[in-house]
């Protein structure tokens, strides 16, 4: 009904009703526009079916059938005909919102455009910050890092530290996504019931080429079973853009008791949460037989003492990072070596845990060269101790040593 009336204000629709001879219509229905008051007049307004404005003919008005007929009393003041009120122009403005909602749609359109759907090449990393995931049948865990501006020393490329705190990131993950990851570091939910962490033994360390700032390597690792009472866990490490391999590591894990600070063999609940997880395969580098030094006062070139833990080298089973010790067995190395020579490999035996309380000493011998030329050394080999002050050894260790300008000739020669 009110969309007749709307219609009709502006085209003509037929009504099913006849005028009757006398002129007045059978009314059928009606529209009533309430609140619309018409000014008052002393004359009156007739219009018939078909209302249209009265043509003119010559300039003179011509009267047709169904023209509108108005008559005024002569002392009535001439006035324009107000605009005939209809339903639609009754309505709000809705120009002003649908010319916002139009615009919020060519922007939405515009951004939309805007984004890259282009396919990414090969070697775009999708998501170097993540936390990784399982790949390989679920037996091997991947994950991607960035080398950080801080993460670079004096020569322009990865420290050895930043290094080995990828490897451990990735064997820390690697636990947590495959849902084994308990309160403490890297204990299952049946080592925690009882007391039980996991402690490094033993750990070879192979790099062949150091990444500089701002790119990306990507880390895998996955465990094996070692003997009875023993885990194995390796890494490849890989420099995203090429592909190559710059990193190898392979370490031995035992568990230990929290409490008693003593070893134990694995039981067999424990066992069961892992042994899944088990790849057979063979150690990423071949082990180093040879045996591992002991130095003393006599026997070292290079001591430092007075190496004490902070509250930051700590973990969150209360003893100090595996990763720390690796800083203060270099702190006796000689800094002409630092300087002149890149660390390719190190092997390390860790004896015994130190506190926040320890003490410690950083001896070092060279092997190998003169002391006095190793800025022009080729290749280098040191033994290292790291023990506390009453004597009792914490890591021995040896690294190997080659040329910076060599390193930096192999890097240009592969690049």
């Known amino acids: 009904m009110v969309a007749t009336s709307a219609t009709s204000s502006f085209f003509h629709v037929p009504s099913s009703s006849s005028l009757d001879t006398n002129g007045k219509g059978n009314r059928v229905a009606s529209t009533n526009f309430a609140g619309l008051n018409s000014t ?47 339903f639609i122009n009754q309505l709000p403005d809705w120009s002003m919102l ?31 910050f993540g936390l ?45 996504s495959a849902g084994l990851l308990e309160n403490g570091f890297g204990s299952t939910p049946e080592m925690f019931k009882k007391n039980l962490i996991w402690v490094v033994a033993r750990m070879q360390v192979v790099v062949d080429k150091y990444p500089t700032w701002g790119d990306v390597v990507e880390v895998d690792t996955w465990v094996s079973q070692s003997g009875k009472n023993g885990m ?23 568990m230990m008791n929290k409490l008693t600070r003593r070893l134990s063999k694995i039981p067999e609940e424990v066992r069961g949460e892992i042994e899944p997880y088990f790849v057979n395969s063979d150690p990423v580098i071949a ?58 490999s190190m092997t390390l035996e860790y004896r015994r845990e130190c506190g926040r309380d320890s003490v410690l000493q950083s001896l070092t011998a060279v092997s190998g060269c003169d002391v006095g030329n190793l800025g022009t050394a080729g290749e280098v080999e ?34």
């Open 287 to 344: 082990e180093d037989s040879r045996k591992l030094t002991k130095l003393d006062d006599k026997t070292a070139d290079y001591v430092r003492s007075g190496l004490t833990p902070r509250w930051s080298d700590l973990d969150v089973n209360q003893h100090v990072n595996n990763v720390k010790y690796i800083g203060w067995i270099l702190e006796s190395a000689p800094a002409g070596m630092l300087e002149s020579q890149k660390l390719k």
């Open 40 to 86: 008052p007049s002393s004359g009156r307004m007739k219009v018939k079916p078909n209302a249209q404005a009265p043509p003119k003919i010559n300039g003179k008005k011509a009267n047709l059938p169904g023209s509108v007929e108005i008559s005024k009393s002569d002392n009535e003041t001439s006035q324009p005909a107000p605009a005939p009120r209809t």
């Open 98 to 128: 649908l010319a916002a909602i139009t615009t919020i749609f060519l922007a939405a359109e515009k951004q939309w455009m805007m984004l890259d759907w282009k396919p990414r090449r090969s070697d775009m990393i999708m998501d170097p």
């Open 132 to 176: 990784g995931r399982i790949v390989q049948d679920g037996l091997v865990f991947r994950q991607n890092f960035s080398i950080r501006s801080y993460e670079i020393g004096a020569d322009r490329s990865a420290s050895i530290e930043t290094v080995m705190n990828h490897l451990q990131e990735t064997a820390l993950n690697h636990v947590k």
């Open 382 to 415: 040191c033994q290292h101790l790291l023990r506390l002050q009453d004597g009792a050894e914490v890591v021995r260790g040896r690294t190997e040593w080659s040329s910076k300008t060599e390193a930096t000739t192999w890097d240009t020669a592969t690049s």
């Open 232 to 254: 194995r866990r390796d890494w490849l490490v890989r420099d995203c853009n090429t592909g190559e391999i710059v990193t190898r590591a392979s370490s031995l894990w035992v």
